[in-house]
C-alpha cells in the first residue's frame, strides 16, 4: 500500500510538470498571435484551454481523494496541498494566455494595440515564456535555484507593465481609447501570468522547505533541509 501511495504522489507531480509544459505552449502561441496577428494560432491557444482545465480539474481529484483516504503526514501532505494550490495557478496561466489570444481574435485583422507598442510586449512575451519555461522546469526538479530566475524576471515584467501604463496614461500616446484599453488589459495578462508563476514557485519552495514563511521572502539562498524520518508507526 505504502508503494501505491508514493506512486499516487509521483503521478500528482509528474501532472503538474505536464501541465506547466501545457501552459508554457500555451504563453508561447498567444504572444506569438498577438504579435503576428495569426488568428488562427490565437484559435488553437482558445481551443487547448479547455483541456488544460481538464487536467487540472483530474489532478484535484487524485490529490483530494489521496488527501481523504491515505492521511498523509509530513513531507507527502506538503506534496498534496502544495499541488492543489499549484494546480490552481497553473490554471490561471492558462486562462490568460487565453485571455491573450481571445484579444487577438477580437481584433482581427487589425491589431490590438498601436505598432508603437509592440517591441514593449514582444519583449514582455518572450519573459512570460521563459518564466513559463523556467517553471516547467523547477516543477521537475525541485531545484530551488530556478524559483529565484522566475522571481527575477518577474521583477522585469513588472517594470515593463508599468511602462506600458505610462505610455497610455501619457499625453503622447496617439492611439485611439480601445487601443488604450487593449493595451492595457494585455499587459495586466503578462503581468498576471508572470505573478502566477511565482505563486507556484513559493508553493516548490514551500514544498522544499517546509516553511510557508520562508516561501514568502526573497528565495536567495533557500536551500531544502534534510527531510526527517517520517513516522511510519500510525
Given at each position: ?13 509528474n501532472r503538474l510538470?505536464?501541465?506547466?509544459e501545457?501552459?508554457a505552449?500555451a504563453i ?8 503576428t496577428r ?11 484551454d479547455d483541456y488544460?482545465?481538464?487536467?487540472v480539474?483530474?489532478?484535484?481529484e487524485?490529490?483530494?481523494e ?5 492521511q ?13 494550490r ?6 490561471r496561466?492558462?486562462?490568460l494566455?487565453?485571455?491573450?489570444a481571445?484579444?487577438?481574435r477580437s ?5 490590438a ?5 509592440m517591441?514593449v510586449?514582444e ?5 512570460d515564456?521563459?518564466v ?7 516543477l ?11 522571481r527575477d524576471?518577474?521583477?522585469?515584467i513588472?517594470?515593463?507593465?508599468a511602462?506600458?501604463?505610462e505610455?497610455?496614461l ?7 481609447i480601445?487601443?488604450a ?5 494585455a499587459?495586466?495578462?503578462?503581468e498576471?501570468f ?11 519552495v ?16 533557500i536551500?531544502?533541509p534534510?527531510?526527517a524520518?517520517?513516522n511510519t508507526?500510525?
Amino acid at each position: 500500500m505504502r508503494e501505491v501511495f508514493h506512486d499516487t504522489l509521483e503521478d500528482i507531480q509528474n501532472r503538474l510538470v505536464e501541465i506547466s509544459e501545457l501552459v508554457a505552449e500555451a504563453i508561447e502561441k498567444a504572444t506569438r498571435a498577438f504579435a503576428t496577428r495569426d488568428v488562427a494560432l490565437a484559435e488553437e491557444v482558445i481551443a487547448n484551454d479547455d483541456y488544460i482545465d481538464h487536467l487540472v480539474l483530474t489532478t484535484d481529484e487524485i490529490a483530494i481523494e489521496t488527501l481523504a483516504m491515505q492521511q498523509p503526514v509530513a513531507h507527502d501532505l506538503r506534496v498534496i496541498v502544495s499541488a492543489l494550490r499549484a494546480s490552481a495557478s497553473l490554471e490561471r496561466m492558462g486562462d490568460l494566455a487565453d485571455h491573450i489570444a481571445q484579444l487577438v481574435r477580437s481584433r482581427y485583422p487589425e491589431r490590438a494595440i498601436p505598432q508603437g507598442l509592440m517591441p514593449v510586449f514582444e519583449r514582455m512575451g518572450r519573459l512570460d515564456v521563459q518564466v513559463a519555461r523556467t517553471l516547467t522546469t523547477l516543477l521537475r526538479t525541485q531545484d530551488l535555484q530556478y524559483a529565484t530566475q522566475i522571481r527575477d524576471t518577474d521583477d522585469e515584467i513588472d517594470e515593463l507593465h508599468a511602462s506600458v501604463y505610462e505610455r497610455v496614461l501619457g499625453d503622447s500616446f496617439g492611439g485611439e481609447i480601445p487601443h488604450a484599453i487593449d493595451a492595457t488589459l494585455a499587459s495586466r495578462y503578462h503581468e498576471r501570468f508572470a505573478d502566477h508563476a511565482v505563486s507556484v514557485a513559493k508553493k516548490v519552495v514551500y514544498l522544499a522547505t517546509g516553511d510557508w514563511s520562508g516561501a514568502d521572502d526573497d528565495f536567495d539562498e533557500i536551500e531544502a533541509p534534510a527531510e526527517a524520518p517520517e513516522n511510519t508507526e500510525a
